[in-house]
């Protein structure tokens, strides 16, 4: 059983890392941070995921790139990435993620999620009942991000989301208060 259990958690996480790579998703937001598109995407504060089982709720002086949203994939940034300038104000430059899917009996460890999404250098890990956070090294989703970021998995009502978050080598994003975004968001998740 305990060899399912683990099987599934797997196959959760490659779904949820497939999920985030469908379309070229993060396209648009790429573009907007150099300042190269005319056309900025629509900034959100939040939106329904999971056809409509969870509210995502973007920390706050991060904006969810409407352009970006899938019924299991948003990306967000800091506000004025996004074209809202007044919102973003103090938060920490970066890339954050969050991928849906149904949720399985156990929340991936960070060993698990490190396995399945090839991450290694794995530190500061915090599990809670519903949630676990943790810093680890992989391959950055733009260059210029630091390899060394953060991710957190959290189980609410039926879904799973797991959560990336990037930031530029020695930024505020790669540091203690990456870890901090990724409990505002998952403090703010809600059932539809």
């Known amino acids: 059983m305990t060899t399912w259990t683990c099987k599934g958690a797997f ?6 890392s497939l999920a985030a790579c469908e379309d ?3 396209g648009a937001f790429l573009q907007g941070l150099d300042g190269n598109s005319s056309d900025k995407p629509v900034a959100l504060s939040q939106a329904k995921m999971a056809f409509g089982t969870v ?8 904006c969810i790139d409407k352009s970006s949203l899938k019924q299991n994939f948003a990306l967000m940034a800091r506000c004025e990435s996004l074209g809202a300038p007044s919102a973003g104000t103090g938060a920490p430059l970066g890339i954050l993620t969050a991928s849906f899917s149904a949720a399985s009996a156990t929340i991936p460890t960070p060993g698990e999620t490190a396995a399945a999404l090839r991450l290694d250098a794995i530190t500061d890990p915090v ?7 943790f810093r680890a090294s992989g391959s950055p989703p733009a260059q210029g991000l630091s390899k060394t970021h953060w991710r957190g998995t959290a189980r609410v009502g039926s879904q799973m989301m797991a959560l990336a978050f990037y930031g530029p080598n020695g930024g505020r994003a790669v540091g203690a ?5 990724l409990n505002r968001v998952i403090n703010s998740l809600t059932d539809g």
């Open 11 to 16: 196959a959760l996480l490659a779904l949820i």
């Open 24 to 26: 070229g998703q993060g």
């Open 55 to 62: 509210t995502l709720v973007a920390p706050e002086g991060f």
């Open 127 to 133: 599990s809670k009942d519903h949630s676990v956070t």
């Open 177 to 181: 208060e990456g870890r901090s975004v």
